[in-house]
């Protein structure tokens, strides 16, 4: 038996206007909301604008940490006004969303996503990534996708942009690494579902991805930023949760084997999760020795300013077998489709993306 759960949304500045009937679906009474301390500022008074005046009681706003940690979702799973609410409004970024789901199904609580970047697709997804208190990936946890998902894209395009940036870069992750993952194997129709959808991810951030961006450096909602959070975060987190299943693993591979094994090498600089897996996109099109995709990814990661180059995510070629081995430890790397990752092929694949990248910045 399977079964596939997909969250609803609604997109538009209006959007929190639908909150209400939304948890009356639930027959919701008291509603806690959880998440960074400007996902709170941004999102929270409208929210409680939208249920004023309903009956519906909030039962507190709580900021969930920085980053997912057991330790963050513990404590969440703790607090009396989390645990006494009837749905929970999951708040921000992926990090911030990610505690929240992982914390909620630990009670069985039920979750709204309300993306106020969309630097990932966590808001749409059955998958959270858990990191160690130094910023290392831990593991995945595998909660329920929220029920409903608010995207208003003017609270997007007022977001700090480096996020929206950095989920373009994600998102661009999503169709090649399906593409490759299912490219040798028999799939069952969610499978194959999940395949169909995940092509039609990247043309729209290659259409709409540099005019979104200018429009957020601007804090200009526009049809750009709504097209884009929307492929960031429903496009990409439907193909999650239908090439996830306890049976197969086909949602991502190389270029987040590369973004994780990267978590293990210390340095310098602050480096976004989407920001690295563009980069380990150029990667996967190396290895797979697709040089027309390389190419031409790499020349949109050059035009968006996301990384071509080791340089650009303060790597180098002497980290290369501590990445490796840090990936051997990834999902993605114990999983891998089409065939085991060949760790001398990714050492060399990193090397001639980082090459074509030097090429084009000389260029």
Known sequence: MRTVDMSDYTVGEDAFDAIPAT????GAKKIVLVGGK?????AAPGIKAAVEGTGIEVTDAIVYGIECTQDNIDRLVAAPAFRAADVVFAIGGGKAIDTVKTASSELGKIVFSVPTICSN???ATAIAVVYNNDGSMSHYAYPPCPVHIFINPRIIAEAPDEYFWAGIGDALSK????EYATSKDELDVTAELGLSLARTCSE????WGEQGLDDVRANRSSEAVER???DIVINTGYVSNLTNQPDFYYNSCIAHAFYNGSTGIVREGHFLHGQVVSFGVL???AYAGDEESLRRYAEFNKKLGLPVTLAEINLNEADLDDLRRYAEHSNEWKQQKPEPVDPERFIAAIKAADALGRELLEA
Do not use: D, G
Request: charged share 20%.
């Open 283 to 285: 990667v996967l099109f």
């Open 228 to 230: 884009i959070a929307l």
């Open 204 to 207: 729209p951030l290659f259409r």
């Open 23 to 26: 948890l009356e679906k639930f």
């Open 175 to 178: 169709q090649p690494e399906v």
């Open 121 to 123: 697709c966590s808001a």
């Open 38 to 42: 400007r996902a709170l500022a941004a």
